[in-house]
């Protein structure tokens, strides 16, 4: 699927890796803003729920989004049009992508690590205690946002935690690293492991480090292969959506099993299987569909 970009803004005719590098300067430039909205928002509402979870989207929102759409502005004189929909009213590979992206999320528990009896090496014993706050602090705050009643707020969370990142996260890393990198390098599988790789370092959660890596390289596999953003989007909502959702209707004991328990080594294995079946059958369409689809010369 190498088709020919002809971009017209100002950063049009530069190398795909400058996109890159323009980017993700934005988003570290959003970065550093976010922190000085934070320090401003936890002093004026303390350190309340209300104030992190306002502080989640503003951060999702200049972080992600706002740098993504920038860079496509710069690129292409338009805010979208920079972001691949190859083919996006084809729902073959949404239902195909649906059916990798939920057993990837079953699969990938077998690549957590167990913070309750992982041994750091001697050499990495000053980064354990810095893991262990930064994920008992993440699990404090889920653990908090399940306890939420209010319809209003919980509609808030829900948008944070599945709408906010499947739009943001999925133009920054795929929209525009992944493609950037792929452009740089004429390789999709570089590009898919090195964006694949920042998206799991950038959660900062280095227990499920290997599984978000995986999920990134999965969602950019699918990227690579559809050229079409809002089939990631939509996988990464409904990963996000349901991991969110399947938690709280187990802390209000609607449902029975916990979905934080890891699941037995057969539906991992299986789920492997099915993932491996359903990446290959969305490559093995998608190029069917390209041929269909290429003119008659």
């Known amino acids: 699927m190498n088709r020919i970009e002809s971009y017209k803004g100002a950063l049009g005719k530069q190398h ?22 934070g320090v401003l928002i936890l002093k004026l509402l303390d350190n309340s729920i209300e104030s992190m979870v306002l502080l989640q989207i503003s951060s999702q929102i200049v972080v992600f989004i706002l740098p993504a759409l920038c860079l496509s502005y710069l690129v292409d004189k338009n805010m979208f049009s920079y972001f691949d929909t190859f083919d996006k009213k084809n729902i ?39 893991a262990k706050l930064a994920q008992n602090e993440y699990d404090k705050f889920i653990a ?5 009643t209010n319809p209003i707020m919980l509609l808030i969370v ?38 694949g790789t920042i998206f799991g370092i950038i959660h900062f959660e280095f227990y499920n480090f290997f599984a978000l890596c995986f999920m990134g390289f999965v969602l950019g596999y699918i990227y690579a292969i559809t050229k079409n953003i809002y089939i990631t989007m939509l996988l990464h909502f409904i990963n996000n ?3 969110i959702v399947s938690m709280y209707l187990y802390k209000k004991n609607m449902i029975s099993m916990n979905p934080e328990d890891i699941v037995p080594m057969y539906v991992m294995l299986i789920a492997g299987v099915v993932l491996v079946i359903s990446l290959v059958g969305l490559w093995k369409y998608s190029e069917q569909k390209e041929i269909a689809n290429a003119p008659i010369s």
Do not use: C
Not at 95 to 100: C, E, K, R
Not at 144 to 148: G, H
């Open 16 to 37: 795909p890796i400058m996109h890159v590098l323009v980017g993700a300067s934005l988003a570290t430039v959003g970065l550093i803003i976010t922190g000085i909205i």
């Open 241 to 243: 959506g349901t991991a």
């Open 92 to 130: 073959v590979k949404y239902l195909i992508g649906i059916v990798a992206v939920i057993s990837a999320a079953y699969f990938i528990q077998i690549m957590v690590i167990d913070k309750a009896t992982f041994v750091f090496p001697e050499s990495l014993k000053f980064f354990e205690s810095i």
């Open 158 to 195: 829900f948008v944070m935690v599945a709408v906010m990142p499947a739009i943001g996260e999925e133009l920054l890393f795929r929209g525009v690293l992944q493609k950037g990198f792929e452009q740089a390098f004429k390789n999709k599988w570089m590009a898919i492991f090195i964006s």
């Open 144 to 148: 908090q946002l399940l306890t939420i």
